[in-house]
């Protein structure tokens, strides 16, 4: 088997190194994650994992696996991406300084990375692309922070517990948040809503460490952004 465990942080084969190409490979590992194996849902421990890639021709799913559980392969004609069972997300909440008018006025914003071992693909000229983030902004419709036109399909609840969690109907998925830093929780009931931002790019609470690491990742283009109201 071809591998190439010394430049990737994840095993491939030939045939996946020859459709996506070196370089997007290693753009690829920045999105990648290995925290649980997608097949048998255990920890990767200091295993290099496998990466798996099912092709649904518009966009693909590349995957982490045990070398055990699945070798590294290109599989096409599947009906569903990959199971979702196995993926981590992470989250982090913050009060994100923004000005109204030159006054300050905070926007409660509640960040994920929806799936640590999972990277949407997309097929481009020179190859695949990371299509994570453009797949909330093209099909779940966070293409920014707007108020009046809130990310349809997706609402947020304030639990008893302490805890929100965000749905997005679209993609079948709810994040639970934290809502511990001060008055967090005061303004998600003032506002009704908080502001949504979904990246593959880093992980939330481990990368972020203060607001400017957030907002020169927003200006990259590494997180998609909307508003999604609060339900009772
Ligand atoms: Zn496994």
Request: charged residues 20%; glycine residues 8%; contains cysteine.
């Amino acid at each position: 088997m071809f591998q190439d465990t010394a430049t990737f942080p994840f095993r491939v084969n030939k045939d996946i190194k020859d459709r996506i190409g070196t370089d997007s490979l290693h753009r690829i590992g920045e999105h990648l994650w290995p925290v649980d194996c997608q097949s048998c849902g255990h920890p990767f421990g200091p295993e290099v994992p496998a990466l798996v890639v099912n092709d649904l021709t518009v966009m693909a799913a590349a995957s982490l696996h045990h070398a055990g559980c699945r070798a590294p392969s290109w599989n096409e004609g599947l009906l569903n991406v990959t199971r979702q069972d196995h993926l981590s997300y992470r989250t982090l909440a913050f009060m994100l300084p923004t000005e109204v008018d030159g006054r300050p006025d905070p926007l409660p914003t509640m960040l994920v990375n929806p799936s640590l071992e999972q990277v949407l693909l997309k097929p481009e000229a020179s190859g695949w692309t990371v299509a994570t983030m453009g797949h909330y902004r093209d099909y779940c419709g966070l293409t920014g922070v707007s108020v009046p036109k809130p990310v349809p399909d997706a609402y947020a609840q304030l639990h008893p517990n302490g805890l929100l969690t965000v749905t997005l109907e679209r993609t079948v998925q709810t994040w639970e948040f934290e809502t511990t830093p001060d008055g967090l929780r005061e303004s998600i009931l003032a506002r009704r809503g908080v502001a949504l931002g979904v990246t593959s790019a880093y992980i939330p609470g481990e990368h972020f460490v203060v607001v400017a690491d957030f907002l020169t990742a927003m200006q990259s283009g590494q997180i998609a952004l909307g508003w999604v109201t609060l339900r009772k």
